[in-house]
């Protein structure tokens, strides 16, 4: 499995951009697409996740109500609508991918064993 993330851009607080991960070499039908952000010199976390075959999301208190993830069933892709960005959703943003649900566990980068190659979103105040 390949992902390719894409989107990313520099914005002014307030602002909206869309990120997509385009995943190729197998279908999902399973499992979870999710999102992470790495700020500089701070850890990964996690953004935001859904869970293929139930089409459910969940995500960080940080980003509730502001993101949105959504799939596109025939493109295999998902995206990330980010609106009323902030300074600090300042990030590398990453793609991940597992083949399988994990109860509890989605939020935890280490699950995943799919990366894509990161896009980075910078919010200027």
């Known amino acids: 499995v390949q992902l390719q993330a894409s989107g990313g851009g520099m914005v002014q607080a307030g602002g909206s951009l869309r990120l997509s991960c385009a995943a190729s070499g197998r279908t999902f039908s399973r499992g979870a697409m999710t999102w992470f952000r790495q700020a500089s010199g701070k850890e990964r976390e996690f953004v935001g996740t859904?869970?293929?075959?139930?089409?459910?999301?969940y995500y960080a208190d940080s980003v509730k109500g502001r993101f949105t993830i959504s799939r596109d069933n025939a493109k295999n892709t998902v995206y990330l609508q980010m609106n009323s960005l902030k300074p600090e959703d300042t990030a590398v943003y990453y793609c991940?991918?597992?083949?399988?649900?994990?109860?509890?566990?989605?939020?935890?980068?280490?699950?995943?064993?799919?990366w894509g190659q990161g896009t980075l979103v910078t919010v200027s105040s």
């Open positions: 859904i869970r293929w075959s139930m089409n459910t999301k």
């Open positions: 991940a991918a597992r083949l399988s649900w994990i109860i509890g566990s989605y939020e935890y980068a280490h699950v995943y064993d799919y």
